[in-house]
Nanobody, 127 residues
Framework: QVQLVESGGGSVQPGGSLRLSCAAS????????IGWFRQAPGKQRVGIAC????????DYADSVKGRFAISRDDGKSTAFLQMNNLEAEDTAVYTC????????????????????WGRGTQVTISS
């Protein structure tokens, strides 16, 4: 059985940092591109970052560019999202998803293409 499990969420003050993890099991992790998504209350789910399989090249939404960094460790079957300079607008449930294809922007632009999803982790920015 395939499983994606996010961790690392929590509550931080504006300007703070968090590092999210997406741990995968039951699949050949290196064969999959990875995307991070978020959904704020009352808003649509949006893709914010992705990383390609094989090449590890990345893509970011304008809203997080320069503040967030996606990475992967295929030996650990885990992807990460380093989030810096967090703002109130970053408050959301963050989920990861994977797709056995490239480019990874297909995943973030068309989330229904994802093969598997995690359940999500809450990130709250409050002062």
């Amino acid at each position: 059985q395939v499983q994606l499990v996010e961790s690392g969420g929590g509550s931080v003050q504006p300007g703070g940092s968090l590092r999210l993890s997406c741990a995968a099991s039951g699949l050949r992790f290196g064969e999959y591109s990875i995307g991070w998504f978020r959904q704020a209350p009352g808003k649509q789910r949006v893709g914010i970052a992705c990383i390609n399989r094989y090449t590890a090249t990345t893509d970011y939404a304008d809203s997080v560019k320069g503040r967030f960094a996606i990475s992967r460790d295929d030996g650990k079957s885990t992807a990460f999202l380093q989030m810096n300079n967090l703002e109130a607008e970053d408050t959301a449930v963050y989920t990861c998803a994977v797709g056995q294809f490239e480019p990874c922007t297909v995943l973030t632009r068309y989330p229904t293409a994802a093969n598997y999803w995690g359940r999500g982790t809450q990130v709250t920015i409050s002062s």
